[in-house]
């Protein structure tokens, strides 16, 4: 899905973060997302346990996304309607990502 901020048209994406709880892990996982300069904005749903990024994609891959979340101590996966977002619109980086929640 693609958000218009500024001038600047930004890609985001959603993820699944299983086990994402109450405390300073969503801190935690924003902050380490954050800490990558192309991306714009992160939304820490806890209670749905889910994370959405805005980013540029031009700068960033959604892999180098993943691989953030994992660091920071949270296995994820793209959420269903993601999957389905990306299989419809034809982004090849689903390749080689976890495709199942």
Do not use: H
Not at 53 to 58: C, E
Not at 69 to 82: C, D, Q, V, Y
Request: glycine share 10%.
């Amino acid at each position: 899905m693609r958000c218009e901020c500024g001038m600047k048209a930004l890609a985001e994406v959603e993820w699944s973060v299983p086990e994402l709880g109450a405390g300073d892990g969503a801190e935690r996982l924003r902050m380490a997302l954050e800490d990558i300069p192309a991306v714009r904005g992160v939304r820490v749903r806890v209670s749905e346990k889910t994370v959405l990024v805005g980013f540029d994609d031009a700068q960033v891959s959604v892999q180098l996304l993943k691989e953030a979340i994992n660091k920071a101590g949270f296995p994820s996966a793209l959420t269903r309607e993601e999957i389905y977002r990306l299989e419809i619109f034809g982004s090849g980086e689903l390749s080689g990502l976890e495709s199942r929640i």
